[in-house]
């Protein structure tokens, strides 16, 4: 399997690294960067990679496609791709761009599988979520797919387009919330007296330890948020000033905010 990358930016380069690091080889792997500078990073970072400043100079019958780059520069980037019609799986990492959209700009193109990665995919801690267009996405491309997206993390098939919205709401965007409650956690240790240090050790692990014990376990994350909550104790204090404050809530609602942001941005980059 060759492999093409229409941008070479951080997330194409985790991907590139991921797959290299499970004994892919270099030479199966292209980027396509209008950027000289990220040509030449790219070359410099992975050996034997080969980067190229139009998509009619890299590609290779039978490549797979993987379009990389923001959803402001996509309009670009596929009127040059220079494609006939499903010669090529096509895999988009762009959020919010539909297939719809990119079948459209690609005349009628049905190959198509959409995916929404999170930036843990940087460290092979990703979480994918992946849709197909149609009947042409075969069993091979599926797999081809996977095999791209699982070189950074995990994968999940989403059965309705519409859904990948809710992904990105939630393990697109999650890692932002996370980082934040680990910054309101590390702020309030820093305002008990701890060392700053200490403070974020202690905030990072805690995630790091809660995130693994939930991942190792069949029970639901409620249960296990029970089993730390002594009544009259100092968890249950905390978890009562966040009930008051409706945290769950305001978290639930926010999730759901950018859900609509999501819908809304792909309609309007359909509509440009």
Same mark, same amino acid.
């Given at each position: 399997m060759n492999i093409t990358f229409i941008g070479g930016g951080n997330m194409a380069q985790a991907i590139i690294?991921?797959? *290299? /690091?499970? !004994?892919?080889?270099?030479?199966?792997?292209?980027?396509?960067?209008?950027?000289?500078?990220?040509r030449d990073r790219v070359e410099k970072k992975y050996p034997g990679v080969?980067?190229?400043g139009a998509a009619r100079d890299a590609l290779r019958d039978g490549d797979v496609?993987? *379009? /990389?780059? !923001?959803?402001q520069q996509m309009r670009a980037a596929l009127s040059s791709l220079g494609v006939s019609s499903n010669s090529h799986l096509i895999v988009s990492i762009a959020a919010g761009v539909t297939l719809a959209s990119l079948s459209r700009r690609l005349g009628g193109y049905t190959r198509l599988v959409r995916a929404m990665p999170n930036t843990p995919a940087l460290v092979g801690a990703g979480l994918t979520g992946l849709h197909p267009m149609s009947a042409?996405?075969?069993?091979?491309?599926r797999r081809c797919a996977e095999t791209i997206m699982g070189a950074v993390g995990r994968f999940v098939w989403i059965e309705h387009e519409?859904?990948?919205d809710a992904v990105t709401a939630v393990s697109g965007s999650g890692p932002a919330y996370v980082f934040l409650f680990m910054e309101a956690l590390e702020e309030a240790?820093?305002?008990?007296?701890?060392?700053?240090?200490?403070?974020?050790e202690l905030a990072l692990q805690t995630f790091v330890g809660a995130s693994s014990l939930a991942a190792s376990s069949t029970e639901p994350v409620a249960t296990l948020r029970a089993r730390v909550t002594s009544k009259g104790g100092t968890t249950e204090?905390?978890?009562n000033s966040m009930a008051k404050d409706q945290v769950k809530e305001a978290?639930?609602?926010?999730?759901?905010?950018?859900?609509e942001r999501g819908r809304e941005l792909g309609e309007e980059l359909d509509k440009n």
């Open positions: 690294g991921g797959l *290299l /690091a499970k !004994k892919i080889a270099p030479a199966t792997l292209h980027v396509v960067d209008v950027d000289a500078a990220a080969r980067s190229y496609i993987v *379009l /990389a780059v !923001k959803p042409q996405v075969t069993r091979d491309d519409g859904l990948m240790a820093r305002e008990l007296k701890l060392p700053a240090e200490t403070a974020r204090a905390a978890l978290i639930i609602r926010a999730v759901k905010a950018a859900n």
